[in-house]
């Protein structure tokens, strides 16, 4: 007798499912993943078909892409030579792209953050998109909505982009300054974000600049043991 049907029954269960604690342990269930050639999870070598769980790390080859489902509207591409980061936020899924480009179709569960520029890609509230987040190299990243709006969001500033507008995200601070704001506060991100239109290609950019406190430090005071010995 064939065992096809309750295969399929049981793939079809474990996909709708988003977010549910892996059975005998504290591993968060995410979703399953499709490659189409050589990909890594957690450093060892992907079998095709394998349960993903929060805090995996997925690495594709040069000629691979990755196809992670978490449900019938919950997609997500991972490009050739791309690493993600799986972790979760409240019920939605986040992707950390660290490395390459993912694709993601979602209605409302899914997001992206570029760990390195401090940004959130989501969608916006009751609404589907589908986002392309590609890192450019270690200053520059791109966000284009594909379809439906998307926001991008850091700190307390947020832009969102129409369908078919692209931003060109570009890091200005490597080596963030100090401010003559105080000796509390620090630049720790200072972003450019330069959005191009889809139809007429009009362009403006937006500045994205965020503060992060250093740890005061109370002055030094030598104790005996601090004397050199004579």
Not at 207 to 228: A, G, Q
Request: aromatic share 4%.
């Amino acid at each position: 007798m064939s065992t096809r049907p309750t295969r399929a029954l049981s793939l079809s269960l474990c996909v709708s499912l988003i977010a549910i604690p892996a059975l005998g342990g504290d591993a968060v269930f995410i979703g399953i993943g499709r490659a189409s050639g050589p990909a890594v999870i957690n450093g060892s070598e992907f079998f095709d078909g394998a349960n993903l769980y929060a805090g995996d790390r997925i690495h594709t080859g040069s000629q691979s892409r990755f196809l992670l489902v978490m449900a019938p509207q919950e997609k997500s591409i991972l490009a050739a030579d791309s690493t993600v980061r799986l972790r979760m936020n409240g019920k939605n899924v986040v992707l950390a792209l660290t490395e390459g480009k993912v694709t993601m179709q979602t209605t409302g569960h899914t997001q992206i953050v570029l760990a390195d520029h401090d940004l959130q890609v989501h969608p916006m509230p009751k609404s589907s998109c589908q986002t392309e987040v590609e890192i450019l190299n270690e200053r520059q990243a791109s966000v284009s909505a594909l379809h439906g709006p998307v926001k991008i969001a850091g700190g307390q500033a947020s832009v969102v982009l129409e369908s078919g507008e692209t931003a060109l995200v570009t890091d200005n601070s490597l080596s963030p300054p100090s401010l003559d704001k105080g000796p509390a506060l620090t630049r720790s991100r200072d972003l450019t974000l330069v959005i191009v239109a889809g139809s007429g290609g009009e362009t403006h950019s937006i500045r994205f600049t965020f503060f992060s406190r250093k740890p005061r430090h109370s002055p030094h005071k030598p104790h005996d043991d601090d004397e050199d010995d004579e």
